[in-house]
């Protein structure tokens, strides 16, 4: 575990900025959108617990988002539909008849690297949530021992 940083006034290089911590409150979930109908069960499981995340909660997630975010699930239920049939056939007969990769490799190909795209702009990965600055396992340790700590002050004082 790294140390503790310096307090601003102490540290040598004041123009650092220094990185907060998103702190997942257990207030109230935000509600979950509709997944679009289309989209095989495990992407709807997937959605579900997105929603369910720190990730989607007030003051993380925009209404703007959305757009893209249905984006990179629909990418995912079409990417699971792609690797089955690649799966059935990997080989299949060219032009000429000479045995030649399936093209549902090409399709599984692009729509990895657009999930994977999306999934960096969305913090999913915790690469990505560490450049956003998201670090929730630090948040809600760091929110459960300020709640200890400020139980014990009230103890104390009473």
Not at 6 to 18: G, S, V
Not at 41 to 53: K, L
Not at 59 to 74: E, H, N, S, Y
Not at 78 to 93: H, S
Request: proline letters at 11%; aromatic letters at 6%; hydrophobic letters at 45%.
């Amino acid at each position: 575990m790294a140390p503790p940083r310096k307090p601003p006034e102490r540290r040598q290089r004041t123009n650092t900025p220094d990185i907060g911590v998103v702190v997942a409150l257990p207030a109230s979930s935000p509600a979950v959108p509709a997944p679009d109908p289309t989209w095989r069960s495990e992407v709807v499981e997937a959605w579900n617990d997105f929603w369910c995340s720190p990730l989607a909660g007030p003051g993380v997630m925009k209404a703007t988002d959305a757009p893209a975010l249905r984006r990179l699930f629909a990418y995912r239920s079409r990417l699971l539909v792609a690797l089955e049939a690649m799966d059935a056939e990997p080989i299949v007969l060219g032009s000429t008849g000479q045995p030649t990769m399936s093209p549902w490799a090409a399709e599984v190909h692009r729509l990895e690297a657009a999930i994977a795209k999306l999934e960096q702009q969305f913090g999913l990965t915790p690469m990505a949530r560490l450049k956003l600055g998201v670090t929730y396992e630090e948040g809600v340790s760091l929110a459960h021992r300020n709640a200890q700590l400020l139980e014990a002050f009230r103890t104390a004082q009473s």
